[in-house]
Every structure is written in C-alpha cells, then in structure tokens.
C-alpha cells in the first residue's frame, strides 16, 4: 500500500512523530488504529440506541419522543 499524502499533510504527520518520539509510520499506523476503533465503538452504541428505541418503543411513543 501506498499512502499518497499532500507536502502540508506529510509535515504535519512529520512534526507531530517528532513530538511523540516516534517514526511517521508508527504514527500513520496509530491514527488508522485509533479512527477505526472509535468508528467501530460509533457504531455499536448506534445499534445499541437502535435496540433499546425498539424495546421500549411504546413507553417513548406515550412520552412523546
């Protein structure tokens, strides 16, 4: 794979491994992991909301939700 970045992006991404002691790739690697994880966690509080909005649909209807 190759990562295709702008010369603005790549010295953020530079700058801010610099900061942390660490190797750009590292850092790139790090980010994937950390947007992928919340994108992950996103959706399973979405599910869960899905869930419980339709196990208690009628008690929300009658509050007016």
């Keep these: 794979m190759t990562l295709r970045l ?3 992006e790549q010295e ?3 700058n801010r491994a610099a ?4 190797s ?3 850092l790139a690697r790090r980010a994937i992991r950390d947007y ?3 994108e992950d966690h996103r959706d399973r509080v ?3 909301a ?3 909005m339709t ?3 009628e008690a929300l209807n009658r509050l007016g939700r």
């Design 50 to 52: 899905e869930r419980v």
């Design 55 to 57: 196990a208690h649909a």
């Design 19 to 22: 900061a942390e002691g660490i």
């Design 12 to 14: 953020l991404l530079r």
């Design 46 to 48: 979405l599910a869960s």
């Design 36 to 38: 992928v994880g919340l």
């Design 24 to 26: 750009m790739q590292e």
């Design 6 to 8: 702008t010369d603005d």
